[in-house]
T-cell receptor, first 113, second 108 residues
Framework: KAGVTQTPRYLIKTRGQQVTLSCSPI?????VSWYQQTPGQGLQFLFE???????NKGNFPGRFSGRQFSNSRSEMNVSTLELGDSALYLC????????????FGPGTRLTVT | GIQVEQSPPDLILQEGANSTLRCNFS?????LQWFHQNPWGQLINLFY???GTKQNGRLSATTVATERYSLLYISSSQTTDSGVYFC??????????FGAGTRLTVKP
């Protein structure tokens, strides 16, 4: 069974631009969560989706948004990029509505210049 | 939210040594996972262990939920065990929270 895939793997953007990251969960998994990892703040929860519905959102500004499609694939968008948005963005998938074991993708490394 | 503390923050070992990593959490949880982050950033699942004890080869983990801690044991460490180990916890009312990690360096 294929693992969680994320695209693109690397991205360089300029301040003020917007970016969309994509995540495809493990086949059959219906929950997708997103996390941001930075050297200063560590791993922080962004969003959690199940069946196209956002179930939970972390403490991030409204510039960070996401969605989940009917095939469980998910995207996250960051608008008006800031230097501090440079980070590794990780997506994780889990089987059901209740989050038990999560499996992570390889991440998208975003650099904002 | 739940506070997660991992110790030690850094650990340097000689190949073949054993180690114990600790994760303390501040509230009841229904989900606890241990991960190993490789140099490329990928988080590798080690254990899903909200309670009890599990073993997988040279690695084992124990979670004592009533006392709010979990331990990860690495025996006969190898250089490939190097990396950062994270503990992550979740409760019914809180999102997933990660500890700051333990950076393990195994020297040949």
């Amino acid at each position: 069974k294929a693992g969680v895939t994320q695209t693109p793997r690397y991205l360089i953007k300029t301040r003020g631009q917007q970016v969309t990251l994509s995540c495809s969960p493990i086949s059959g998994h219906r929950s997708v969560s997103w996390y941001q990892q930075t050297p200063g703040q560590g791993l922080q929860f962004l969003f959690e989706y199940f069946s196209e519905t956002q179930r939970n959102k972390g403490n991030f500004p409204g510039r960070f948004s996401g969605r989940q499609f009917s095939n469980s694939r998910s995207e996250m968008n960051v608008s008006t990029l800031e230097l501090g948005d440079s980070a590794l963005y990780l997506c994780a998938s889990s089987f059901g509505e209740v989050i038990y074991e999560q499996y992570f993708g390889p991440g998208t490394r975003l650099t904002v210049t | 939210g739940i506070q997660v503390e991992q110790s030690p923050p850094d650990l340097i070992l000689q190949e073949g040594a054993n180690s114990t990593l600790r994760c303390n959490f501040s509230d009841s949880v229904n989900n606890l996972q241990w991960f190993h982050q490789n140099p490329w950033g990928q988080l590798i699942n080690l254990f899903y262990i909200p309670s009890g004890t599990k073993q997988n080869g040279r690695l084992s983990a124990t979670t004592v939920a009533t006392e709010r801690y979990s331990l990860l044991y690495i025996s006969s460490s190898q250089t490939t065990d190097s990396g950062v180990y994270f503990c992550a916890v979740k409760s019914w009312v809180h999102d997933m929270r990660f500890g700051a990690g333990t950076r393990l360096t195994v020297k040949p």
